[in-house]
């Protein structure tokens, strides 16, 4: 078992090494990229050492998309992989990116202008690499706090596309801080989990140039100078916090667990991308959806989400030299809802049922009522041993106060006796006489 499991693990980095335009910062990660997390939120709880977890996702919307030259039906589709690795008690690592995922390009732009293998379909050639450390526990490990290193390594696919979250094409990174809460922390699976994530996120993209026809022919343009490729450049790192809150409960359906998922999540930017980004503006939203673990080396998983803020910053319109075509779903730079689908594989170790749950809690509460007797034996020989320890000074002070006692009474007795008048012998009284 174990060799197999190396095998696939070997396949699928190899696998991994050909994505890109996955989405793993906080708050556009895809569906249950962590196997303790919710959808859209990482747990603070590692894998222990040896464990792996793949997972896959899947995420679908169409709609009715406004370009300046008019509405236009357009999808955006993606399909993610993943692997979690556990490395240690503590720290662990998540590797994650997109297989398939739509462009939605300007119609301005010609397949012979595209520089990728599919026209219509990007696949892409970014990484996303998380390094997660999480040194503190609290109340009896129901309450966990750390720390996630994230970064994104870009190719030379597309990297600035309509209703995607920004990216400027270079390698960027964020820090996050992950508390989470387990109300049955010795099996986390089994009971409520509650998760909360902060994100600082750098794009590190200052200078970079993100439209789509060559920079160095668009300045030579004379017709309109060098403003408007200045539109596509970036002046300085965009950044932005992202933000998740969520989390998971299961439920008993014949001898399987179903788990019942919430979660808000979102992005502020706090320097804007360039004017010619798609993607420019702030969001948040709303997901629900449900986890059916239905093997213990598999479980199904189906979800919504919906969009609750939409920002009001918009990208440079119907600009054809840049090669950037404005699109936005109801006025917003995002998908105004998605629904995910996907599979989760918990090779090692594997899911348990409710009923084998029970067993392991059974055996857990008679050890811990073992190991409290034991300790309880253990504490009333101590405290046998400390009581007896302090018995022996008291035993020699005893002797002391004994010995200075007797002292005492001889001293008194010897006050207390009259003393003896010496007797006269008779011959001493006759010369008297």
């Not at 994530?197 to 789509?212: F, K």
């Not at 920002?311 to 840049?322: A, E, F, I, M, R």
């Not at 857990?364 to 253990?378: H, Y």
């Not at 035993?395 to 003896?420: C, F, H, Q, W």
Request: charged share 20%; net charge neutral.
């Amino acid at each position: 078992m174990r060799s197999t499991s190396w095998v696939l693990t070997c396949l699928f980095i190899m696998t991994l090494m050909g994505v890109r335009d996955g989405n793993a910062q906080i708050g556009s990660t895809s569906a249950v990229t962590d196997r303790y997390g919710s959808f859209y939120a990482y747990s603070a709880k590692t894998l222990p050492f040896p464990s792996f977890y793949l997972f896959q996702n899947s995420h679908f919307f169409t709609g009715s998309g406004d370009r300046p030259s008019g509405s236009k039906t357009v999808k955006d589709f993606g399909t993610q992989f993943g692997m979690q690795v556990g490395i240690s008690p503590t720290f662990d690592v998540i590797f994650s990116g997109n297989f398939v995922q739509t462009t939605n390009l300007a119609p301005a732009i010609t397949n012979n202008e595209i520089v990728t293998f599919f026209k219509s379909v990007d696949v892409p050639d970014e990484l996303f690499l998380n390094l997660r450390l999480l040194p503190y526990s609290f109340a009896q490990n129901k309450i966990n706090l750390g720390f996630m290193l994230t970064g994104r390594f870009q190719g030379d696919g597309f990297y600035n596309t309509p209703l995607r979250p920004y990216s400027g094409g270079s390698t960027e990174a964020g820090l996050s801080i992950l508390a989470s809460y387990f109300s049955h922390p010795d099996f986390v699976e089994s009971g409520l989990a509650l998760h909360l994530n902060l994100q600082y996120w750098n794009h590190l993209d200052n200078g970079a140039y993100i439209g789509y026809k060559a920079e160095d022919s668009l300045r030579r343009t004379s017709a309109f100078g060098n403003s408007l490729a200045d539109t596509a450049v970036a002046t300085a790192n965009s950044s932005s916090v992202r933000f998740a809150l969520g989390g998971s409960y299961p439920i008993d359906i014949a001898g399987k667990y179903l788990y019942i998922t919430g979660d808000v999540y979102g992005q502020f930017f706090l320097e804007k991308p360039p004017e010619a980004a798609y993607s420019r503006q702030n969001y948040a939203y709303v997901a629900l959806g449900v986890k059916y673990q239905w093997f213990d080396w598999m479980g199904v998983h189906l979800g919504g989400e919906y969009q609750v803020l939409k920002g009001t910053d918009k990208t440079v319109g119907n600009n054809q030299l840049l090669g950037i075509d404005d699109l936005t779903i109801s006025k917003s730079d995002y998908p105004s809802w998605r629904i995910f689908t996907g599979l989760t594989f918990p090779l090692m170790p594997r899911a348990s049922s409710p009923q084998s749950r029970v067993k392991e809690e059974v055996v857990l509460e008679q050890s811990e009522r073992r190991k409290k007797e034991v300790e309880g034996i253990l504490y009333s020989e101590q405290e046998i041993q400390k009581r007896s320890q302090n018995f022996i000074p008291i035993k020699e002070m005893r002797k002391n106060y004994k010995s200075i006692i007797g002292e005492y009474v001889t001293i008194l007795d010897a006050k207390d006796k009259k003393p003896v008048e010496p007797e006269i012998p008779p011959e001493d009284e006759n010369q008297g006489n």
